[in-house]
């Protein structure tokens, strides 16, 4: 608390005694220089920018080198007007965007008569002179006019230079996509848990948003990756609004390429049915001049089609040796002889595949359509309100309830079938002050963010019944025992080993299913409850505090500084129906029959009902199991400080300097404080890893040779920490014990004649399970000295304005991840510790050391703080967590005039490093700083390479032409134009102990890389005046216009058995590849088995869809 204390005052000194005037986080700027007719400066000279949307002034008075500032501007047009005693000269349709500067520079002729009104025509330039912030800003003519291929903000991001897409969002020049800050209205809403988008708010109701890609100042924080800045609409003095309507339906939409992979016997195809939402929006003033509001609301109603097929394996047909292919009758059809060679026919207990992939063939049973329906209710409300103009206020809030079912098809109803319902809700206050004739200002956010979020079974009743995922079985055991499949499904299913006398195919099986998902991955035919029941809520408190001022001294400086503190707070019930759930593995070629539960679980030696393993001395833990939810109440403190310096030595020379210090407290969940770690021994406090001393500079630097405004050559060096989401403080430091046992079948009872095989609830929970047992406990251990994770970035780059709105730019970005924050283990998974890879400060081992050599030799707590410590010594043994990100880009943007708007990117980049972010590409394991991807050593062969966002070129275009018809109305037509390079495609095996995907069997990139990909999508719209003040508009949008669908994904899992690397290996080591023991990882002289749906595609990209829309704008 001391050093909260003495950090508080002084940052508090700091804002008080001067920072400077500048934009804010909702707001922009307007600054300049006027001149005399001799070009020297102009001091004393009144400056007014009258907002074109509210008609509110601010003013301010040049100083003796005719320089001004005008700050805390709404984004949007406004009206720059200079007066000089008699002299006033005007500059109208000055545009300001959110979080840049504008340059608005004025001559004026002192000699003039008096009495006249000089306007000035022509733009300010386009190029944000005061700062290095890279990235583009979003206004409301961009996503209108542009195609943008979804209707929240979050479906813009990708217009950025260096950005691109992946599995939970869009990344920025190399970081992961939950590496990124989103901040609305001044207000942080990233996503507590995971770092995602968590409030996506539609784009009808936002006024501007600012994509921050690097080079930010020492104000914003928190995040490794991007910033995502969102102002929201706010009302004026004119009543203004829009009612709209967004709609697309499957007639709109292409049939989609199914990817050529092996299939089974449930095959399924989702596509959407509709998509609509509709809505409107009303601002306008409640006290003229003073006080206005804004509101808005939007219901989205969507539906998708899941069509299950049900299908059965073949064995009729022969080969011609004459052609090569198989034999076809008179009419050219394939001549199916489902007789035996000794009959006449061509059935010879092989199932009949295609002669090109080798996949089986499959001929259709039956088919039904499942729908799938999700509501959401999207609402905003503001308040803006002016004391006077140099005191100013809002209040916001917004919400967005949904409500919807989710569906899958593989399994009964009960398991498959999920209800959802989510509430995320926003409230935000801000108000800002000036003082000092102007020259002082001082700001104030306070905001909330809340996320609740709840879903159980579809089925009522079955929160008591655990989930069991069944896989490598039969389609018609399943469907007759749990009721699951249709009639005609399971008439086609049933073959002579079910006693049909009259199987069409009697020499093999009909409807093997082995539990495949699409991506290749065992998923498993689901029955029984549910499993994770959902009532989670996470929710954010925060206050942030800044203030500016304008000193001149050796030109002119520009100070600012700031406080922000968070109190992040999570809830997390744990619960899985029925306490468990089981995966039970029948007879395959594949993997040895097993089955495996799954149970979290609470040690408890002193009266624990249960086994759930040995600790290192082969001591038996006793544990509890949980039947219901064993809650998480996590919460994570941060705060923040931050000073920068803008100086500008000349009005064409600034030089930028700022320094944050951040601190991250995170607790451990109250459930555990003030306890004993069962597995450690070690006395849980308040909180769990405290990350202090993140001290992040910032440098820059800004030429503009025209002194215009009109170019800038720059620079920028910065560090960068993240900010570590919460569900560390869930899984880590919130005592979750998760047991895993492996029984053999033999241990489960007599087989259940449902599931052909042993039923997992049967299975003793009291009993080892004979094939392995892992217990993954609580007994996570920070390491002494821990730092946080954090990134460099340096930029370089040059803009020009060629001509009146157009700028060309060229710019360098390197980002060298500088140390990895994640857990591993350095005792074979018995033991996590929260830790740096690759480093263990020397002093810290001489610390423990000392306090080791000082105890009994003899004592039990001796001999702990030995095996501690040389388990904090393993740590040195792992690799370090690297990520580089090399990228030239280079720019063409034509701000919107002359009646067409262009902005078109080209960059280059490579990332390589063993490190992609914070979650698993490989896996889509979704645990920030705590991913499987440094648990074990052996894990950590053959990942350093091409990292999965490592992808060369990257072009993008998008551009609007506006056709003005005057009073017939206007015709927009637009285009977004992306190409982008293929992603590297990896060898990946199972690991004993983790499972699927886990393991590099071949060094990164090793198959190459997926195919160049582009598209093209069109915007049309037709808009005219119906009455004076009302507008009406149509339009259509066409994605995907050349219908390419390229490859997204491949499957990378070369073998479903488990295997170690081959370390630097190539593709002609694969032959000799040997399966590993499941039960202790030891090499066999067995030979994996090659998956064969291995670098087929599993995900392409969208077919080309069409989408309609209406706006009547008054």
């Known amino acids: 608390m001391t050093r909260i204390r003495l950090a508080l005052s002084f940052a508090l000194v700091v804002v008080w005694c001067g920072v400077a005037l500048a934009q804010t986080a909702t707001t922009g700027a307007i600054q300049g220089v006027v001149r005399d007719e001799g070009g020297n400066g102009l001091a004393g000279v009144t400056v007014v920018a009258q907002s074109r949307t509210t008609g509110t002034s601010q003013s301010a008075l040049t100083d003796a080198d005719g320089a001004y500032e005008i700050t805390n501007l709404a984004p949007g047009l406004y009206d720059v007007t200079f007066y000089y005693a008699d002299v006033e000269v005007k500059r109208p349709g000055m545009v300001v965007s959110l979080g840049k500067v504008t340059p608005v520079h004025a001559k004026l002729d002192t000699s003039q008569a008096g009495g006249e009104t000089i306007v000035v025509e022509g733009s300010a330039p386009t190029i944000d002179i005061g700062s290095t912030k890279q990235g583009v800003s979003i206004d409301q003519d961009y996503t209108r006019n542009i195609p943008v291929p979804g209707r929240t903000f979050a479906s813009a991001l990708g217009a950025a230079p260096g950005s691109q897409g992946d599995l939970y969002g869009v990344s920025f020049s190399g970081s992961s996509s939950l590496e990124n800050s989103y901040i609305v209205d001044g207000v942080n809403t990233t996503g507590l848990n995971f770092g995602d988008v968590s409030t996506a708010l539609i784009n009808e109701f936002i006024q501007e948003t600012e994509i921050i890609t690097g080079g930010y100042n020492a104000e914003f924080g928190r995040a490794t990756g991007g910033v995502v800045n969102v102002v929201t609409k706010s009302g004026t003095n004119e009543f203004k609004g829009s009612v709209f309507m967004y709609g697309t339906t499957d007639s709109f939409t292409a049939d989609a390429v199914r990817p050529e992979r092996a299939g089974t016997s449930i095959e399924s195809d989702v596509n959407l049915a509709f998509d609509t939402d509709f809505g409107f929006e009303l601002g306008g003033p409640i006290v003229k001049d003073k006080v206005w509001f804004y509101v808005g609301f939007a219901p989205r109603l969507r539906r998708f089609n899941i069509d299950k097929v049900t299908q059965r394996r073949i064995d009729c047909l022969q080969v011609d040796p004459d052609t090569g292919d198989y034999r076809r009758n008179a009419s050219g059809e394939l001549d199916c002889q489902p007789a035996p060679e000794s009959q006449g026919g061509y059935a010879d207990g092989d199932p009949d595949i295609d002669l090109k992939t080798g996949f089986p063939l499959y001929e259709p049973l039956d088919s039904q359509r499942f729908t799938q329906d999700t509501q959401t209710y999207q609402f905003v409300s503001k308040i803006n309100f002016a004391v006077t103009p140099e005191h100013q206020g809002q209040v916001s809030l917004t919400g967005t309830p949904l409500d919807g079912r989710l569906i899958s098809v593989r399994g009964e109803p009960s398991a498959t079938q999920r209800d959802f319902q989510q509430l995320t809700t926003d409230l935000s206050a801000k108000w800002t002050s000036k003082f000092n004739d102007n020259k002082t200002e001082v700001e104030t956010v306070l905001g909330w963010h809340r996320v609740k979020t709840e879903s159980d079974s579809a089925v009522p009743g079955m929160d008591r019944t655990p989930l069991q995922l069944l896989y490598y079985g039969d389609l018609y055991t399943w469907g007759q025992g749990f009721g699951s499949e249709s009639e005609k499904t399971l008439a086609g299913c049933r073959d002579n080993s079910h006693g049909n006398a009259n199987d069409p195919y009697p020499l093999i099986r009909n409807c093997p299913e082995d539990g495949l998902g699409l991506d290749g991955i065992p998923r498993g035919y689901a029955v029984g409850g549910i ?225 052909g095989g042993p039923n997992g609830e049967n299975c003793p929970l009291d009993e080892a399970g004979e094939v392995g047992n892992t217990l993954f406990g609580s007994g996570v251990i920070v390491a002494p000295g821990v730092k946080p994770q954090f990134m460099d970035e340096v930029v370089l780059g040059v803009e020009y304005e060629l001509f009146e709105d157009m700028r060309v730019g060229v710019s360098y970005t390197n980002r060298r991840l500088g140390r990895v924050l994640e857990d591993l283990s350095t005792d074979g998974a018995n033991t996590y510790i929260i830790a740096n890879p690759g480093e263990f400060d020397k002093s810290e081992e001489d610390k423990l050391q000392a306090e080791i050599d000082a105890m009994d030799p003899t004592s039990a707590e001796r001999k702990k703080l030995e095996q501690r410590l040389e388990m904090f010594r393993g740590i040195r043994k792992f690799d370090k967590g690297k990520r580089n990100y090399n990228g030239v880009t280079l720019l063409v943007n034509k701000r919107f005039s002359r009646n067409f708007f262009l902005q078109a990117a080209y960059t280059y980049q490579r990332t390589r490093g063993n490190f992609p972010g914070l979650f698993s590409p490989d896996t889509g394991q979704l645990d920030p700083n705590i991913t499987s991807q440094f648990d074990l050593i052996e894990l950590l062969a053959n990942r350093d390479g091409p990292l999965p966002q490592d992808r060369p070129h990257y072009i993008k275009f998008d551009g609007y032409y506006v056709w003005d018809f005057q009073r017939q109305g206007q015709l927009v037509t637009g285009i977004r134009l992306r190409a982008l390079s293929g992603t590297p495609v990896d060898a990946l095996g199972r690991h004993w102990r983790y499972g699927f995907n886990e393991s590099y069997l071949l060094p990164r990139g090793s198959f190459g890389r997926t195919p160049f990909e582009k598209s093209a999508d069109i915007h049309v719209a037709y808009a005219r005046e119906i009455r004076r003040g009302y507008q009406l508009e149509v339009f259509f949008d066409v994605f995907n216009i050349v219908n390419d669908q390229g490859t997204a994904l491949v499957d990378e899992g070369y073998t479903f058995n488990s295997a170690n690397p081959i370390v630097g290996g190539s593709k002609a080591d694969l032959v000799y590849l040997k399966q590993t023991d499941l039960n202790d990882g030891t090499e066999t002289p067995l030979p994996v088995g090659r998956n064969i749906n291995f670098g087929n595609t599993i995900s392409r990209y969208a077919p080309r869809s069409g989408r309609i829309g209406l706006r009547l704008t008054f």
């Open 531 to 755: 499993g994770s029941i959902l009532n989670n809520k996470e929710e954010r408190l925060s206050a942030k505090l800044t203030a500016s001022q304008r000193v001149r001294a050796a030109g002119t400086h520009v100070f600012k500084g700031g406080l922000d503190v968070e109190d992040n707070r999570s809830v997390v019930p744990r619960h899985l129906s029925g306490g468990a759930f089981y995966s039970v593995f029948l007879p395959n070629n594949v993997l040895t029959p097993h089955v495996e539960m799954r149970r979290f679980a609470k040690i408890n030696q002193q009266g624990g009902e249960y086994t759930c393993g040995v600790d290192s001395e082969m001591n038996p833990i006793r544990c509890d199991f949980f039947d219901g939810a064993n809650p998480a109440t996590g919460e994570t403190l941060n705060w923040a400080g931050f000073v920068q310096d803008s100086w500008s030595i000349r009005p064409n020379l600034t030089l930028n300097a700022g320094l944050r210090y951040e601190e991250q407290r995170l607790r451990y969940s109250k459930e555990l404080r003030n306890t004993i770690d069962p597995i450690t021994g070690d006395q849980l406090g308040t909180n769990a890893m405290v990350l202090k001393n993140l001290w992040a500079p910032r440098l820059g630097a800004i030429y503009d040779w025209t002194k215009e405004g009109r170019s800038k050559v720059y620079g920028h060096w910065g560090r960068f920490y993240e900010s570590v989401p919460m569900r560390i403080n869930e899984r880590s430091f919130g005592g979750e014990t998760f047991l895993i046992r492996r029984y053999d079948p033999s241990q489960c009872g007599p087989e259940d004649p449902r599931i």
